[in-house]
């Protein structure tokens, strides 16, 4: 079965300055999803980035960017210019492409921002 | 994007009753939705899959019968929770794939959040 791994319970970061929030996963699968999703305060979980397992080119959306390292099995998240409003929960997953309900999450990192 | 509603957000019902969780997908339908429980603290955990006329997947260790999925139309799946327990606490999470091709990312609902006294 697939494993994700987050080793960092809890990050800190100040504003302004970039962070990396680390994930491992474990699969025997050659094709498959990875994200990274944030929980805020108000729980609801929102989409960071995704990756597909099979496009070399890392992912990036605007001040997030991972660094996807597949032979490693590693899928890390960069956050430059850290604002006040990226402080949440960081959740990794893990989505099989060949089975639509097999979403894995890791435990999660909480990331604070210090202005 | 996608939006998937969830009504209760918080519900507190006594130790033996039970009570029902809605999860909608708004502005799409959704023959698939997706429940999830997070205790304090902790990661989403699988707990069953929701299928539009058919019975649901339940994860290994989850009971079905006390944890009642009912998937009535492309766009409603409900979780209810029967005679519940205090251990029952948690906060309750459903999500649907997205509808477009692709596929391969999930919408969440806002989650409810239960205590049971």
């Known amino acids: 079965a697939q494993t994700v791994t987050q080793s960092q319970p809890e990050m800190s970061v100040q504003e302004a300055e970039t962070v990396t929030l680390s994930c491992t996963y474990d699969t025997s699968e050659s094709d498959y999803y990875l994200f990274w999703y944030k929980q805020p305060p108000s729980r609801q979980m929102i989409l960071v980035i995704r990756?597909?397992?099979?496009?070399?080119q890392n992912a990036t959306e605007n001040r997030f960017s991972v660094n996807f390292q597949k032979a490693a099995k590693s899928f890390s998240l960069k956050i430059s210019d850290s604002q006040l409003g990226d402080a949440a929960m960081y959740f990794c997953a893990y989505r099989s492409r060949y089975n639509n309900n097999d979403m894995r999450f890791g435990a999660g990192t909480r990331l604070t921002v210090k202005p | 994007g996608a939006v998937v509603s969830q009504h209760p957000s918080r519900v507190i019902c006594k130790s033996g009753t039970s009570v029902k969780i809605e999860c909608r997908s708004l502005d799409f339908q959704a023959t698939t939705m997706f429940w999830y429980r997070q205790f304090p603290k902790q990661s989403l955990m699988l707990m069953a899959t929701s299928n539009e006329g058919s019975k649901a997947t339940y994860e290994q260790g989850v009971e079905k019968d006390k944890f009642l999925i009912n998937h009535a139309s492309l766009t409603l799946s409900t979780l209810t929770v029967t005679s519940a327990h205090p251990e029952d606490s948690s906060f309750y999470i459903c999500?649907?794939?997205?509808?477009?091709?692709?596929?391969?990312?999930?919408?969440f609902g806002p989650g409810t959040r239960l205590t049971v006294t």
């Open positions: 999500s649907a794939p997205s509808p477009s091709g692709s596929s391969d990312e999930q919408y």
């Open positions: 990756q597909e397992a099979y496009k070399q």
